[in-house]
């Protein structure tokens, strides 16, 4: 479709720019191709030199994951996005491209538990190290800049405390200490934020999550400007972490994306009504949802997030650690799995599971406490979800 860029937010999710293929299918093909065959050994010489355009072997690029990238470019307002194997695959890709030995990075202390495992524990062998700050202190945040630093580290919605991160800040500290922000958009996804209209560089996603939306794909995304994307895609991807994300993920990528703008504004819904029930439980100590006005940063959240608060949220039931793995134990309708993101309702243990990477101490400075329970709201019929809840939780008081 011409003019796409003047179309809204459900327009660009469902048409591209790019749709030609011979037989005039509606849906884009999958190219499940590892190589592409040159017109002549000069044209493959030019591609590899860079003179021309075009694809040369799928490790570089395909058809399939460059129509997905050009959607996610668009929906996050970025000039190019680059698709890739796992959110992991995402982030390491955007750090093995971006430092040398001897850098610094500034990260928030609430990030996903693989995300600080790489950060604590792999990055010092290559002679990086990271510097864990509360970066709602903005004090704090400027303490730790050292001369360095190289990048700033945040998710907003956090996981799995759902913590809000103000990124006009990340981005104003970043640009007066000219050093690069990163913002993992896993949870809110382009359709509630756009890092990149408050002044953020690089946005990193676990495309797993929201923007495939049906669990059954693991797959990252990288969100920047053409040259640092073209460094990722043609420096970290092709010679460091061969994060390629197949022909196939991309087409259920490209699919799910097209109802993305539906499914948030339902996750969101059913999230806040999940979220209330909890609140007003006498078994239930403490919700975190940046949709609730007790909320640390709703006001944050408010302006950042469009009003919409996505599906993920967290709690503590009174009953501390025995009564919140009861509960996980006892819901018919919530699914006991990591992830997030899916149809499905899921119901997870952060100390214990996707946080576990952390030690005691660090996860309990990041407030997640033993007895937090971490919930993905899906999108079943939302009296289904809170009943499933209430009859337990009806138990313990
Ligand atoms: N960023 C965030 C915010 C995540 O939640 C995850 C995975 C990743 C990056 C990594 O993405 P992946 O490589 O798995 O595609 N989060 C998970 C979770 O909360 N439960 O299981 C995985």
């Given at each position: 479709?011409?003019?796409?860029?003047?179309?809204?937010?459900?327009t660009?999710?469902i048409h591209?720019?790019?749709?030609?293929?011979?037989?005039?299918a509606l849906?884009?093909?999958?190219?499940?191709?590892?190589?592409?065959?040159?017109?002549?050994?000069q044209?493959?010489g030019?591609?590899f030199a860079?003179?021309?355009g075009?694809?040369?072997?799928?490790?570089?690029?395909?058809p399939?994951?460059?129509?997905?990238?050009?959607?996610?470019?668009s929906?996050e307002?970025?000039?190019?996005?680059l698709?890739?194997s796992?959110?992991?695959?995402?982030?390491?890709t955007?750090?093995?491209?971006?430092?040398?030995?001897?850098?610094?990075?500034?990260s928030?202390?609430?990030?996903?538990?693989?995300t600080?495992a790489?950060?604590?524990?792999?990055?010092?062998?290559f002679?990086?190290?990271?510097?864990?700050?509360?970066?709602?202190n903005?004090?704090?945040?400027k303490a730790?800049?050292?001369e360095?630093?190289?990048?700033?580290?945040?998710?907003?919605?956090?996981?799995?405390?759902?913590?809000i991160v103000?990124?006009?800040v990340v981005?104003?500290?970043?640009?007066?200490?000219?050093?690069?922000s990163?913002?993992?958009?896993?949870?809110?996804?382009?359709?509630?934020?756009?890092?990149k209209?408050?002044?953020i560089?690089v946005?990193?996603?676990s495309?797993?999550?929201?923007?495939n939306?049906?669990?059954?794909?693991?797959?990252?995304?990288?969100?920047g400007?053409?040259?640092?994307?073209?460094?990722?895609?043609l420096?970290?991807?092709?010679?460091?972490?061969?994060?390629?994300m197949?022909?196939?993920?991309?087409?259920?990528?490209?699919?799910?994306?097209?109802?993305?703008?539906?499914?948030?504004?339902?996750?969101?819904?059913?999230?806040m009504?999940?979220?209330?029930?909890?609140?007003?439980?006498p078994?239930?100590?403490?919700?975190?949802?940046?949709?609730?006005?007790?909320?640390?940063?709703?006001e944050?959240?408010k302006?950042?997030?469009?009003?919409?608060?996505?599906?993920?949220?967290?709690f503590?039931?009174k009953?501390?650690?025995d009564?919140?793995?009861?509960?996980?134990?006892?819901?018919q309708v919530?699914?006991?799995?990591?992830?997030?993101?899916?149809?499905?309702s899921?119901?997870q243990h952060?100390?214990?599971?996707?946080?576990s990477?952390?030690?005691a101490?660090?996860?309990?400075?990041a407030?997640?406490?033993?007895g937090?329970?971490r919930?993905?709201i899906?999108l079943?019929?939302?009296?289904?979800?809170?009943?499933?809840?209430?009859?337990?939780?009806?138990?313990?008081?």
């Amino acid at each position: 479709m011409s003019d796409l860029k003047n179309k809204g937010f459900g327009t660009r999710s469902i048409h591209n720019e790019i749709h030609e293929n011979e037989y005039g299918a509606l849906t884009f093909p999958i190219f499940a191709t590892s190589t592409i065959v040159f017109d002549d050994a000069q044209q493959g010489g030019r591609r590899f030199a860079l003179e021309e355009g075009g694809f040369i072997y799928s490790r570089l690029g395909n058809p399939s994951t460059m129509y997905l990238e050009q959607k996610m470019a668009s929906l996050e307002g970025c000039e190019a996005a680059l698709a890739l194997s796992s959110g992991m695959g995402a982030i390491g890709t955007v750090f093995m491209t971006a430092l040398k030995t001897g850098d610094h990075v500034v990260s928030d202390k609430v990030i996903y538990g693989c995300t600080h495992a790489l950060f604590e524990h792999q990055l010092h062998k290559f002679g990086i190290d990271v510097t864990f700050v509360d970066f709602t202190n903005e004090a704090e945040v400027k303490a730790a800049i050292k001369e360095n630093t190289k990048i700033l580290y945040v998710e907003t919605p956090a996981n799995p405390t759902l913590k809000i991160v103000d990124l006009a800040v990340v981005a104003k500290i970043a640009k007066e200490h000219n050093l690069m922000s990163v913002v993992d958009n896993t949870v809110a996804t382009p359709y509630l934020t756009r890092p990149k209209e408050y002044g953020i560089d690089v946005i990193v996603h676990s495309a797993t999550k929201y923007l495939n939306g049906h669990g059954d794909v693991i797959a990252g995304i990288i969100c920047g400007d053409n040259d640092f994307l073209t460094k990722c895609r043609l420096e970290g991807q092709k010679d460091i972490t061969g994060s390629v994300m197949s022909a196939f993920d991309a087409f259920l990528i490209n699919r799910g994306l097209k109802t993305l703008h539906v499914r948030m504004d339902k996750h969101s819904e059913n999230a806040m009504k999940v979220a209330e029930f909890l609140d007003g439980h006498p078994a239930v100590k403490i919700v975190y949802y940046p949709g609730l006005k007790s909320h640390a940063n709703h006001e944050i959240a408010k302006k950042q997030m469009g009003g919409k608060y996505s599906g993920l949220l967290a709690f503590e039931l009174k009953g501390g650690y025995d009564a919140a793995l009861n509960l996980a134990n006892s819901l018919q309708v919530f699914k006991l799995a990591v992830s997030l993101g899916d149809c499905e309702s899921l119901i997870q243990h952060p100390a214990s599971m996707t946080h576990s990477p952390y030690s005691a101490e660090d996860r309990l400075a990041a407030g997640i406490d033993d007895g937090l329970l971490r919930a993905s709201i899906g999108l079943e019929d939302v009296d289904d979800i809170i009943n499933d809840l209430k009859v337990q939780l009806d138990k313990l008081v």
